[in-house]
Structure formats: C-alpha cells, structure tokens
C-alpha cells in the first residue's frame, strides 16, 4: 500500500469516526454512550495522523547514499505491506457510506438468555400500586423466580424491548433487551417468553402490558419469565436501547 493511501486510510477512518459520534449516533449500535469522547479523540488523532502522513508524502525527506536494504538481507522486501492490508479501507468506508445494523434479534435468537444474579429476598422492596406497572426485563425475572411473598401474581405489568423469534423451538417469540458492559463484543440478552399475541416482525419494539404466565411455581426457579399480553403497542428504538432500563422519557 502507498503512502499516498495509507494517508487516506487514516482520513477515511477519522472521518468515520467522527460521522458516527459528532453528526449521527450511529456509534451507539456498537459500543456504550460513554465510550464517545473516547471515539471522538481516537477520530481526531486519527486526522492528525492523515495530515502529518499527506505532508511527509509531499514533502519527501531528500534521499541518503545509505546502501541498508530493506531486505533484511534475506532476498525480499519487508517494507511493504501485505495486500491484506487494502480491506482496512472496508470498514472505514462502511461508517461513512453504510453502517453495519445493530445488534438485535438475529443475534439474540442464538444466544442463551443472561443469567440473572441471586438478590437476597430482605432486597425486594414492595411493588408501587401503579397499574399497569413498568418493569425492566431484569426485574420482572428476578420477582417471578426469586421473590417468595410472589408480589408479581395477578399484576399488570408492563414491559418494553424488541421482538426475538424463538429459533430453537422454532414456536412462539421472546421480548428481549440487549445490555452492552462495554460494546458489542460483551452483548448479553435479557429475555422473556411472550404468550397470546402473535410475534411481530423481529426486531420491532413493542410494549407489553400483561400478567404472568403461570409456568413452575412463582417465587422459585422453576418459574418461567413469561408474560399472558393484554395489549400490545409498537414504539420507536429508545435511546437507552442497549441498557435493560426503563424507556426515557420521550423515546
């Protein structure tokens, strides 16, 4: 690869960067919020990095009579390199021209559901009387499997997340949340098992409002987190889609 390109290699990678952090949100599909000053710094070193290579190309240092080789003396020159090299351009442009989608059902439908910590039954504070009430993912499996005063029984609660096909019993579909610790290499997969409605597309955010789906006994493990839906109602992506949180307000 020239150094002309290599210049533009670095150009096209800070631009990306900074596309997906300054002017979209696109990086949000990969990585947490407060990944983004970090982004945005990598972003602009990366320009200066372009720059500084551009000027070095059009300003070339004037040529020594040192006779070293490049070869290492073994006959080939190593200070090329690899024809591998030309595909870090693939995922420079892929930020600028199209993005790869986020993480989301396809993904989720393959991989076992997050195991949810223990929490100690003196923790489960008593439900508010809001009617119906909104729960996180997380939560509502904690009080249907840990909770043994079973508050969650005949409760209309409400849920958000996206649609995910059942894949391995290929019946039925799961309401999921997506919890990034860092970025997408770490995702994880809160899910709960929807009955009485049929599944929307994958990958479409819904509402839920519904009771629990009495499968094992309440309270204990053999609990399923599953829901019996009265109402169910499309919404836009939150913004804290990568967190098993309560929508914001507005999302």
């Not at 096209?12 to 997906?20: K, P, R, V």
């Not at 999921?176 to 990958?203: E, M």
Request: with cysteine; charged share 20%.
């Amino acid at each position: 690869m020239k150094r002309p390109l290599q210049a533009l290699l670095l150009l096209l990678s800070g631009l990306g960067l900074l596309h997906a952090t300054l002017l979209t949100d696109l990086y949000l599909r990969y990585v947490k919020e407060g990944m983004r000053p970090v982004l945005i710094a990598s972003g602009a070193v990366l320009l200066v990095l372009a720059a500084a290579e551009a000027w070095s190309c059009w300003n070339p240092k004037p040529e020594s009579d040192d006779t070293h080789s490049d070869d290492g003396g073994h006959g080939h020159d190593h200070s090329t390199p690899p024809h591998v090299a030309w595909l870090l351009f693939l995922p420079a442009l892929s930020l600028l021209v199209y993005a790869p989608p986020a993480i989301g059902a396809y993904t989720a439908s393959r991989e076992a559901p997050k195991v949810v910590a223990v929490t100690d039954q003196d923790d489960f504070e008593p439900l508010p009387k809001t009617s119906p009430l909104p729960m996180t993912l997380t939560d509502f499996t904690k009080r249907v499997q840990q909770d043994r005063e079973q508050a969650i029984e005949g409760r209309e609660i409400q849920l958000t997340g996206y649609a995910t096909p059942d894949d391995q019993s290929g019946d039925g579909w799961y309401l999921t949340r997506t919890i990034f610790s860092c970025c997408a290499a770490d995702a994880q997969f809160v899910k709960v098992r929807v009955h009485g409605t049929p599944p929307p597309p994958a990958d479409t955010w819904v509402t839920l409002t519904g009771t629990w789906h009495p499968t094992g006994t309440l309270g204990t493990n053999s609990a399923e987190a599953a829901l019996d839906v009265h109402a169910i109602k499309e919404v836009p992506r939150p913004t804290n889609g990568y967190k098993d949180a309560l929508p914001l307000p507005g999302s």
